[in-house]
């Protein structure tokens, strides 16, 4: 019986287990959506009443709701694994399994690909569904409940190529315009070209208008001056560069995320710690699921004296530590403490060694 249990593919055990899984895991978002849609519009009532109520439904709601349960996707994996474990052992059908020959490591298995769906969803999700909708959802709480939006900048420097250093004493998103700008070009650690002009207009996609500018070229010690009222050039950056909001982290895919994080590494930009963190945490929410998976189930698997409610109990406790601790470390990383990948790893790593103590401890 050993042999068939510890070789045997998925099998109708499995199917089972995996279904209480993931249709405990859908209750508790269900659940948990339900309640915090009621607590949303009970806090941001006044900003609905003045908004359209098609975007509040499909620009608000419609896109808020899976940002929300994607976020607490650990919280609710937790839940579900103490749960519906809780309940299997209650019912003495955990005891049962064991019995017939199964093994505590091979119990584990339908858990561990359940975890592995979600895994695989959450990553899905975060990475490439969730910040376009984003996009819709932060316009709607910029524009009815409280506009975050960054449309201006000041004293804005960046090196926009190799050697080349650009200069924008102030910049208005409203007009898309910038004012006393100015672009140094160097070779060899010595300058041999700068523009200025007196604005400076962005059009599409590094397209700029250079207005009222003055160009001085520097060739064999002499200056050749060229000046004119507008010039449409190239120019390799863009308002998105330097005007960071707060929540613009959010709307990039995780392509997305990685080129702007190199483009602006290799600028020397300072201010997209955010953005680092963003990128490390979706990649870390999702090893997040087979490790609380582990620590829940070697929790519930066997009966308690108090029942399911102190299995419950605790694991909310660990799942919103768990939480708490991963937002107490993002921290440290923008502080600078610590690498945005070492802030959110460091999470997942303590919570490792609990699982495996904890493992072995049920498993004896």
């Not at 924008?168 to 100015?182: A, E, L, P, Q």
């Not at 007196?198 to 000046?227: A, G």
């Not at 698997?301 to 109990?313: A, E, L, P, T």
């Amino acid at each position: 019986m050993t042999s068939f249990w510890q070789k045997s593919p998925v099998n109708l055990l499995d199917w089972y287990i995996i279904r209480k899984f993931l249709g405990t895991y859908i209750f508790a978002i269900a659940l948990i959506l339900a309640i915090t849609i009621v607590f949303d519009i009970n806090e941001k009532l006044d900003s609905f009443i003045k908004a359209p109520l098609k975007a509040t439904v499909f620009d608000y709601f419609l896109n808020f709701l899976p940002y929300f349960a994607n976020q607490f996707s650990p919280l609710f994996t937790f839940i579900a694994v103490i749960f519906f474990t809780s309940k299997l052992a209650d019912n003495s059908e955990i005891i049962a399994m064991l019995s017939s020959g199964m093994s505590f490591r091979r119990l584990l298995r339908p858990y561990m690909i359940s975890a592995g769906i979600i895994a695989i969803a959450t990553y899905l999700l975060g990475a490439y569904v969730i910040p376009p909708a984003n996009v819709k959802r932060i316009d709607y709480t910029n524009t009815y409940v409280k506009n975050r939006r960054v449309d201006y900048g000041d004293n804005i420097m960046m090196q926009v190529a190799p050697g080349r250093i650009a200069y924008i004493s102030r910049y208005d998103n409203t007009t898309k315009t910038g004012y006393r700008f100015s672009l140094e070009q160097f070779k060899d650690k010595k300058l041999v070209s700068r523009l200025t002009s007196l604005s400076i207009k962005w059009d599409t996609l590094y397209q700029w208008q250079v207005r009222d500018y003055t160009i001085r070229d520097f060739k064999d010690n002499r200056e050749i001056i060229t000046r004119g009222q507008r010039l449409d050039t190239v120019i390799p950056f863009e308002p998105r560069d330097f005007l960071i909001g707060r929540d613009d982290q959010e709307m990039l895919t995780s392509p997305q995320l990685k080129e702007y994080i190199t483009r602006q590494n290799e600028r020397g930009v300072a201010n997209i710690k955010a953005f680092e963190i963003e990128y490390e945490k979706r990649y870390a929410m999702c090893a997040a699921a087979f490790i609380l998976t582990v620590i829940g189930m070697s929790l519930s698997s066997k009966k308690v004296k108090g029942g399911m409610g102190v299995n419950i109990g605790l694991g909310l406790v660990l799942s919103f530590s768990y939480i708490l601790f991963m937002t107490v470390t993002s921290s440290f990383a923008v502080s600078g403490m610590t690498s945005p990948f070492v802030a959110m790893w460091i999470p997942n790593f303590i919570y490792t060694i609990i699982a495996v103590v904890l493992y072995f401890k049920a498993a004896r």
